[in-house]
């Protein structure tokens, strides 16, 4: 269990105890850089890892380190791979209900990660769609400036899921796992790796994504159905694992969540759930998120 932050009352105090994490973190990314540019011939890195677990501002960390190492590299996110919102399939939910499919393989368009694969393979340009989550499909698509011995980091949730997998069995790869794997305790609060996550995402969605607590609420129980059922059984496939938690980060969550959770109303499904997390948050002490380093992985979630 990590150490709780509680102690730590100045804001001096609090930026020391936020570096001492960040350092902490950054030793797992390196980590994870070293497995990369001490692998011959490397071409393909995959970063995977459940909803909210920080893989787009490591994927980021991990280009700086390995071009600093003399290799060029480029993030490709799987996420721009989704199907159009009008061909989503819906599907059973956990709660018995019909809801569209993000979560699954199949909100992939495997075809254009293919064909992606074998422009890689042959040598020609690459492009790579851009999915506009707010109109539901991709809007843009974005040239990547890719020549042979570069390495392309393929990071999102379906990395991991061997059908995306597959596409890459030709060539020279390596598989980095980043999650939330430790319980925090703050102020006599225990907070599990997914209820660190949630807060994050109901942070994320709402700041970044445009998405009301309500929605992020209603999509979690089959994001975590997903990831139960096709992210933890295939975690062990990662060469290194990464331990995104930042034992700071509820202090600085919590008045992100008390202006999300605050327009829940009380007559909605999830008002008990909003309400639960706020009490839980009651007694923690805030931390200024303009503390954090501007290169954190916390920019992924807060402002």
Not at 116 to 141: H, I, K, Q, W
Not at 144 to 154: P, Q
Not at 269 to 289: C, G, H, M, T, V
């Amino acid at each position: 269990m990590a150490k709780n932050p509680q102690n730590y009352r100045t804001n001096k105090e609090k930026r020391l105890y936020i570096e001492e994490c960040e350092r902490r973190f950054d030793a797992e990314v390196d980590r994870a850089i070293r497995l990369i540019t001490e692998t011959d011939g490397l071409e393909i890195v995959t970063l995977s890892g459940p909803s909210c677990s920080g893989k787009t501002t490591t994927a980021k960390k991990l280009i700086c380190g390995v071009e600093a190492a003399g290799r060029r590299a480029h993030v490709v996110s799987i996420d721009d791979f989704y199907r159009d919102r009008s061909e989503i399939v819906w599907k059973v939910s956990s709660d018995g209900t019909m809801k569209p499919d993000y979560e699954s393989v199949d909100s992939i368009d495997l075809v254009a990660v293919e064909k992606f694969v074998r422009s890689m393979r042959a040598g020609s340009e690459l492009y790579s769609p851009v999915f506009n989550f707010a109109a539901g499909c991709a809007t843009d698509v974005r040239k990547i400036e890719y020549s042979k011995g570069d390495i392309i980091i393929f990071e999102g949730i379906q990395a991991i899921y061997p059908e995306v997998r597959a596409l890459f069995s030709e060539f020279t790869m390596r598989s980095i796992f980043i999650s939330v794997a430790d319980t925090l305790e703050v102020g006599g609060e225990i907070f599990l790796p997914e209820d660190i996550r949630l807060m994050r995402r109901l942070v994320r969605d709402y700041n970044y994504r445009g998405t009301l607590a309500e929605m992020t609420f209603y999509l979690w129980g089959d994001v975590r159905r997903n990831e139960i059922e096709n992210i933890e059984p295939n975690a062990a496939n990662g060469d290194v694992k990464i331990n995104s938690l930042l034992e700071y980060e509820v202090g600085v969550l919590k008045p992100y969540l008390f202006g999300v959770l605050g327009e829940v109303t009380s007559d909605s499904p999830y008002a008990s759930k909003a309400n639960e997390i706020i009490e839980r948050l009651s007694d923690i002490i805030p931390i200024p998120s303009g503390l954090i380093p501007e290169n954190s992985v916390y920019r992924e979630f807060v402002h």
